[in-house]
């Protein structure tokens, strides 16, 4: 008789982890966008990028009219008490709640129970869960005791999920779940899951590479096993993350290390149709993917910078559309460097609205012709050296050229024999 599989009960509006293939939180490449094509490649659930507690707490929720979406903004005080009336608004967390809703996971940058709560509070009725981030190595994380910093804490992360699941989990019926990285030994990893375990969560997250690793590093495996078994035993999904290429590899993977599913980042920044599996197209041209790409980020009001930005993955570097789509300036300039005529009407209006369509003014300006002077420097740099190389390379042939034959001594030929 086969043995039940110990499973946590996942809250009404919550969702399981298992058999899903998801997309990693990502700072920049996690944005609504990004997103809500990788949800249209197929993606099963999608993680937005870690959101600070500091950040969120002291926000204002709205429901934007024009575009669909969910807002969460604040007013900019630089450090001071209350906002001046000039005061610049900045939008912290957006989603689109007609896709999103079931869907989206919101990654908490947290090194606080009562912060992470206050913060969480504020998304928890639109979300489809809560993950608390302890595997983030940058600096901007683990300065402030977050991401991978918590792994070295462990008492203060499993506070801070058992804050969650006491207070966000009864009241909003989604789950809490967590994202870590390998330990430096199997021994101390599996503590620590056992430990994360026990805090009532219904998803983990394990990183394949410890802290001091970097994406370009392959992921270990060697303790993916392990971990999936320990969180079998308390009932959690376990996804795996790490160099994972695509959806069917990802499935693949998980089945023969015995996780639940699996997460992707790297690949799907460059390719989110890499969401799709092989049997309903497999992994689509970039082209198709880019024109995807810039309808779904003016159709939503996306930042400019961070749809350059994303595209300056997506857009292969030797196409002849990657500078002009670089020195583009706004959504209109964007659409012709890329050859998106159809979008153009679209991207005029947007521009308006933005006033991307208007010449810089002040500091704008004079960062902007900054950035173009030294842009010109380096280009003009470039021409140098690879004038003056040009230079020494002609001087080493004329050399050459000038150099005197050397002699070569050759031995008298051999008395040819006569007939007697």
């Known amino acids: 008789m086969a043995t039940e599989v110990k499973r946590v009960p996942i809250p009404r509006r919550g969702v399981d982890y298992r058999g899903k293939v998801v997309l990693a939180p990502m700072v920049r490449s996690g944005e609504l966008p990004s997103r809500l094509l990788a949800l249209k490649y197929g993606a099963d659930l999608v993680w937005g990028p870690e959101t600070v507690d500091y950040s969120m707490i002291g926000t204002s929720r709205r429901f934007d009219e024009d575009s669909k979406t969910i807002e969460w903004y604040r007013l900019s005080s630089h450090g001071q008490k209350d906002p001046p009336p000039d005061a610049k608004e900045s939008i912290i967390y957006r989603m689109l709640p007609e896709v999103e809703k079931d869907k989206l996971i919101f990654q908490i940058g947290t090194s606080d129970p009562d912060r992470a709560v206050a913060a969480a509070r504020l998304v928890a009725a639109d979300v489809a869960g809560i993950d608390v981030n302890a595997g983030c190595p940058k600096p901007f994380s683990t300065s402030g005791g977050m991401g991978a910093a918590l792994l070295k804490t462990p008492d203060k992360l499993c506070a801070i999920l058992e804050a969650l699941v006491k207070n966000i989990t009864p009241e909003f019926e989604i789950g809490i779940s967590v994202k870590i990285r390998l330990l430096d030994t199997a021994a101390e990893t599996e503590a620590l899951v056992r430990r994360l375990c026990a805090t009532g969560i219904t998803g983990l997250t394990i990183h394949c590479r410890t802290t001091p690793m970097r994406p370009r590093e392959r992921a270990i495996r060697g303790q993916l096993r392990m971990i999936a078994e320990v969180c079998h035993e308390y009932g959690v999904a376990c996804l795996m993350n790490g160099d994972v290429e695509n959806r069917d590899q990802g499935l693949q993977l998980a089945k023969e290390?015995?996780?639940?599913?699996?997460?992707?980042?790297?690949?799907?920044?460059?390719?989110?149709?890499?969401?799709?599996?092989?049997?309903?197209?497999?992994?689509?041209?970039?082209?198709?993917?880019?024109?995807?790409?810039?309808?779904?980020?003016?159709?939503?009001?996306?930042?400019?910078?961070?749809?350059k930005f994303l595209l300056s993955n997506m857009v292969p570097g030797k196409s002849k559309s990657y500078q002009p789509m670089n020195q583009s300036k706004n959504y209109k300039s964007l659409c012709e460097a890329l050859s998106l005529g159809k979008h153009?009407?679209?991207?005029?209006?947007?521009?308006?609205?933005?006033?991307?369509?208007?010449?810089?003014?002040?500091?704008?300006?004079?960062?902007?012709?900054?950035?173009a002077a030294k842009r010109a420097n380096a280009q003009a740099d470039s021409l140098l050296v690879k004038s003056e190389r040009e230079n020494e390379q002609k001087r080493k042939r004329r050399m050459s050229d000038n150099r005197p034959v050397k002699q070569v001594k050759t031995s008298e030929p051999a008395p040819v024999a006569t007939a007697v």
């Not at 880019?290 to 910078?305: E, L, M, P, Q």
């Open 257 to 307: 290390f015995g996780a639940d599913g699996a997460m992707i980042a790297v690949a799907a920044e460059k390719n989110p149709s890499c969401f799709r599996s092989a049997a309903d197209g497999g992994l689509a041209s970039w082209e198709e993917v880019v024109d995807h790409y810039v309808k779904t980020a003016i159709d939503v009001d996306n930042r400019f910078g961070n749809t």
């Open 344 to 371: 153009l009407e679209s991207a005029r209006i947007i521009d308006s609205k933005r006033g991307l369509d208007q010449p810089l003014q002040g500091k704008a300006a004079e960062k902007a012709a900054k950035k």
